[in-house]
Every structure is written in C-alpha cells, then in structure tokens.
C-alpha cells in the first residue's frame, strides 16, 4: 500500500510558477506510475500529467504541454509537477496519484491511491 502527501500548493499571480511535491510511504515506490491531476470548482477531475516508474517517459494534458513538468525521485520517493506560466485556469485541488504497474496512465479510474490534494489558486 501507498500513502501520497502533497505539498507545495498555494496563491500565486497569472504568470508566475508553483511547484508541487508528493511524498510518498513504503519502499516499493519505483513500481509505481505516478500521476498528478487536478479538480476545479464545479468541475470533474481531470488528468495533468503522468510519469512512469523509471522517469524517462511522461505524458501532459494538452491544456498544460510547454508549461508543467513532471519529474520523479525514487531514491526520496517523491514526485514533483513543475508550473510556470500560470493562467487563473489552473485553478484546482491538484492530487498524486500511484498506479501499480509502473506504466503511467491518463485515465483516473486506473490508478490505485491517491492523495488529499492541494489548493491551487491562481489570480487574475
């Protein structure tokens, strides 16, 4: 089992950067995929960008592509998503998500743990 904490949300101005941590518990979390996504007022959740188990393959939504950037320490069991570039639609409770496996996976339904989330706020 996983335990994902995330971290590192907060306000910041359109333009400007955030970057987003996930810890995570237990000692297998290299044969995770790991996923970030996000849910804005009134909306579904929606996927952001993922990462598989080693590191070297990613996948971004096309609403973040240029502007994120996902990346993974397995000697720290972390995983971070790098903002820039800011729009007040990022706005959104971002969560880690772990998927067994080690592949990584646009879809929610196929990831396995999840994490509290954390408050994005992006001003105008």
């Known amino acids: 089992q996983v335990q994902l904490v995330e971290s590192g949300g907060g306000l910041v101005q359109a333009g400007g950067s955030l970057r987003l941590s996930c810890a995570a518990s237990?000692?297998?979390?290299?044969?995770?995929?790991m996923g970030w996504f996000r849910q804005a007022p009134g909306k579904e959740r929606e996927f952001v960008a993922a990462?598989?188990?080693?590191?070297?393959?990613?996948y971004y939504a096309d609403s973040v592509k240029g502007r994120f950037t996902i990346s993974r320490d397995n000697a720290k069991n972390t995983v971070d998503l790098q903002m820039k570039s800011l729009k007040p639609e990022d706005t959104a409770v971002y969560y880690c998500a772990a998927r067994s496996g080690g592949s990584f996976h646009y879809s929610q339904v196929q990831y396995d743990y999840w994490g509290q989330g954390t408050q994005v706020t992006v001003s105008s």
């Open positions: 990462i598989n188990w080693s590191g070297d393959r990613t």
């Open positions: 237990g000692r297998t979390f290299s044969s995770y995929g």
